[in-house]
Nanobody, 122 residues
Framework: QVQLVESGGGLVQAGESLRLSCALS????????MGWYRQAPGKQRELVAG???????NYADSVKGRFTISRDNAKNTVYLQMNSLKPEDTAVYYC????????????????WGQGTQVTVSS
């Protein structure tokens, strides 16, 4: 019943910007954390940015100063503002969330979106 839907990916030129959105829906008691991962062809999936319930954020070194993660708790939505994009940012970007589903007590579960393609041309 819990699901994540990503949007905002696309094709841009180097130096341009994109804003990704991820909407979490379903029967949810609380959200512990949300974040963004990416996976390029032939490479392992890596953490891009994360945000915890208290507002603490973390970023991969490769995107610090260029990407910003933010959240709207009322809408259970997380955003990733990506500026000064580089060709090496090209990847499928996945949203994830660690939540406590309604009725689960304090048991958490991790959910993933289907991914959105970001392609940056040189």
């Amino acid at each position: 019943q819990v699901q994540l839907v990503e949007s905002g990916g696309g094709l841009v030129q180097a130096g341009e910007s994109l804003r990704l959105s991820c909407a979490l829906s379903g029967s949810i008691f609380s959200v512990n954390a949300m974040g963004w991962y990416r996976q390029a062809p032939g490479k392992q999936r890596e953490l891009v940015a994360g945000i915890f319930s208290g507002g603490t954020t973390n970023y991969a070194d490769s995107v610090k100063g260029r990407f910003t993660i933010s959240r709207d708790n009322a809408k259970n939505t997380v955003y990733l503002q990506m500026n000064s994009l580089k060709p090496e940012d090209t990847a499928v970007y996945y949203c994830n969330a660690e939540v406590i589903p309604t009725g689960w007590g304090f048991r958490t579960n991790v959910y993933w979106g289907q991914g959105t393609q970001v392609t940056v041309s040189s």
